[in-house]
């Protein structure tokens, strides 16, 4: 296989654009019982609580808020790590409920020369822990700390595993095990929700660092990752920034195009990613109450930055940046007004000085060096540290 096309089989992915159906998207500024919703009074209070519980109730599960007690544990701290630039912290966040708990380990750089509180970066890893080294004798473009650094900000990392391993019959083991109701609820939380949980843990542990500000993190996912990133986003709106890279379907793309990787598909690869009640959709976009450019919405009016590459085609670039473009009403009830193009713009270029923001990266599935140098522009804009 070429170009990152998956296998066709039966339920043969569609690349073509002339082969996408016609689809009519349901209306996020109109609620259920059919009125329209003209501003964010009507937004915050009737459907922004009504759009989270149908993502909750169809796709991603309920997201339990409450817990009995949360710790933290410095388990290691080098004040002069990266030959001195940064301060590294490794914490253990321990969750307590349902007489059990999980442990979180938190990987934080912070840079030694910024002035403290420092906004910050933390990644949901859904790949090798290696990425994510606390003494970077391995170093990777997945997660640039060196780079973060060096532009000023603190990066942070926790890994799936501790939340939810990426696995059908293990996911249960970590999260799930505070809240056992979950898992019999046809709209209980599974692996994606307990990772969108977990950052919303270690949002709970920035309150509390001095050095940190908490009204400066970013959230950052790839792929499987910036599904939950999407969603920690939508559901915890501490978090001031989302970044959702190459998240394809039940990410930043719309299911109804059908475009490259589809629902049937995703429930029958990742069955423990979404509820139970999301395989009525196998093969029926059209009866979801909610489409994708509704979780974009959610995020609203914080800054928000979708990417894809060029040749992940199974994530459907068009298809998220559609995405986006369907969102821009929602972010237009607070004032801000998107500056995305009304077409996709071409490879490499980002498009960044924007609410919304996008980027289409020549190349492969990955986050990249690429991918994060952009993120940095964006967080340096919108935080007006300058270009
Ligand atoms: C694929 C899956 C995608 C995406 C990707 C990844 O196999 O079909 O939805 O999540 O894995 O996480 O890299």
């Not at 759009?51 to 409450?66: A, R, S, T, W």
């Not at 940064?86 to 307590?96: G, N, S």
């Not at 939340?163 to 709209?187: F, H, I």
């Amino acid at each position: 296989l070429t170009n990152g096309l998956h296998a066709q089989g039966p339920n043969e992915a569609n690349y073509d654009e002339a082969k996408v159906p016609k689809y009519v998207l349901p209306e996020v500024l109109r609620t259920t019982s059919n009125i329209e919703v003209k501003n964010k009074t009507t937004w915050e209070s009737v459907r922004r609580p009504e759009l989270i519980k149908l993502f909750e109730d169809n796709i991603y599960g309920q997201m339990p808020k409450k817990y009995s007690n949360i710790k933290y544990t410095v388990s290691n701290r080098d004040a002069n790590a990266m030959n001195g630039k940064a301060e590294l912290k490794q914490v253990l966040i321990e969750v307590f409920n349902n007489n059990t708990s999980v442990k979180i380990n938190l990987v934080l750089f912070v840079p030694n020369a910024a002035k403290k509180p420092v906004p910050v970066f933390l990644l949901i890893n859904n790949r090798g822990k290696e990425n994510t080294d606390p003494t970077r004798a391995t170093k990777s473009e997945f997660w640039p700390a060196e780079m973060l650094i060096d532009s000023g900000y603190a990066i942070a990392a926790i890994h799936v595993t501790d939340l939810a391993p990426d696995d059908k019959e293990k996911y249960v083991n970590g999260v799930l095990q505070l809240y056992p109701d979950q898992l019999t609820a046809d709209n209980g939380m599974k692996a994606i929700g307990a990772w969108a949980w977990g950052a919303s843990r270690v949002m709970d542990y920035f309150e509390t660092d001095k050095e940190i500000d908490a009204t400066k993190v970013a959230v950052v996912g790839h792929s499987r990752g910036g599904k939950a990133s999407l969603f920690a986003a939508a559901e915890d709106q501490r978090f001031a920034m989302c970044i959702t890279n190459c998240s394809g379907n039940t990410g930043a793309a719309l299911a109804r195009r059908q475009f490259g990787e589809r629902i049937n598909r995703i429930n029958a690869s990742f069955p423990h990613w979404f509820n139970t009640n999301y395989k009525k959709y196998n093969n029926n976009e059209n009866a979801l109450p909610v489409d994708q450019h509704m979780l974009i919405a959610l995020v609203a009016p914080r800054p928000l930055y979708a990417t894809n590459a060029s040749k992940d085609l199974w994530a459907d670039p068009t298809g998220t940046f559609l995405s986006l473009k369907n969102a821009e009403k929602v972010y237009a009830l607070y004032g801000k007004k998107s500056n995305l193009p009304a077409t996709p713009p071409g490879i490499n270029q980002p498009i960044i000085q924007s609410p919304l923001a996008y980027h289409n990266r020549e190349g492969d599935h990955n986050l990249t060096a690429y991918d994060w140098s952009n993120f940095i522009r964006f967080a340096n804009f919108h935080y007006k540290k300058g270009k």
